[in-house]
T-cell receptor
Framework: NAGVTQTPKFQVLKTGQSMTLQCAQD?????MYWYRQDPGMGLRLIYY???????DKGEVPNGYNVSRLNKREFSLRLESAAPSQTSVYFC?????????????FGSGTRLTVV | LAKTTQPISMDSYEGQEVNITCSHN???????ITWYQQFPSQGPRFIIQGYKTKVTNEVASLFIPADRKSSTLSLPRVSLSDTAVYYCLVGALSGAGSYQLTFGKGTKLSVIP
């Protein structure tokens, strides 16, 4: 009964370093999403994958890349981290484009770039 | 994407019914209205979704008037564990045929003993 699993839970990077945030879901969902949440703010969509084999930009894609590795996994990569990317990152999934039961979110990755 | 406006914060005593209203004046014909709950250090959790009139589940009710320009989330008899941020979202089909949800800042509900 794992749902959406994100790794790592915490990470500290130096400016210019790269890293990949991992996300996996075990609900056989077709669509997956990456959001970021800054203090006191709502969530902003970075990238999404409507189905296996497709990815599209969301509201704030600059500085990020994504890979839909298979139906279960959707990773987010920071090629050259910047302090402005300090945030909490949430991965989510849904059964379809128009989810009757909404999105299922992971518990988040707290990233600090120094 | 339709923009939503909701109160920044609300306080309520335990056992009371809480109503959080969200306005979405430019909602499109195909848009659904969805509400999420978020506790500190956790991802948002789906509460309820509707298109028009009233929807009820085991957690909450959602009231949507005929013009759909607003919606009200109703939480019956709140407890301390309902203290959280509540997000009202209006989904929209993008040009690429995908369905994106835009989160605003939400309403921080504080339940007082």
């Amino acid at each position: 009964n794992a749902g959406v699993t994100q790794t790592p839970k915490f990470q500290v990077l130096k400016t210019g370093q790269s890293m990949t945030l991992q996300c996996a879901q075990d609900m056989n969902h077709n669509s997956m999403y990456w959001y970021r949440q800054d203090p006191g703010m709502g969530l902003r969509l970075i990238y999404y994958s409507a189905s296996e084999g497709t990815t599209d930009k969301g509201e704030v894609p600059n500085g990020y890349n994504v890979s839909r590795l298979n139906k279960r996994e959707f990773s987010l990569r920071l090629e050259s981290a910047a302090p402005s990317q300090t945030s909490v990152y949430f991965c989510a999934s849904s059964e379809s484009f128009t989810p009757v039961y909404g999105y299922t979110f992971g518990s988040g990755t707290r990233l600090t770039v120094v | 994407l339709a923009k939503t406006t909701q109160p920044i914060s609300m306080d309520s005593y335990e056992g009371q019914e809480v109503n959080i209203t969200c306005s979405h004046n430019n909602i499109a014909t195909n848009d659904y209205i969805t509400w999420y709950q978020q506790f500190p250090s956790q991802g948002p959790r789906f509460i309820i979704q509707g298109y028009k009139t009233k929807v009820t589940n085991e957690v909450a009710s959602l009231f949507i008037p005929a013009d759909r320009k607003s919606s009200t989330l109703s939480l019956p008899r709140v407890s301390l564990s309902d203290t959280a941020v509540y997000y009202c979202l209006v989904g929209a089909l993008s040009g690429a045929g995908s369905y994106q949800l835009t989160f605003g800042k939400g309403t921080k509900l504080s339940v007082i003993p």
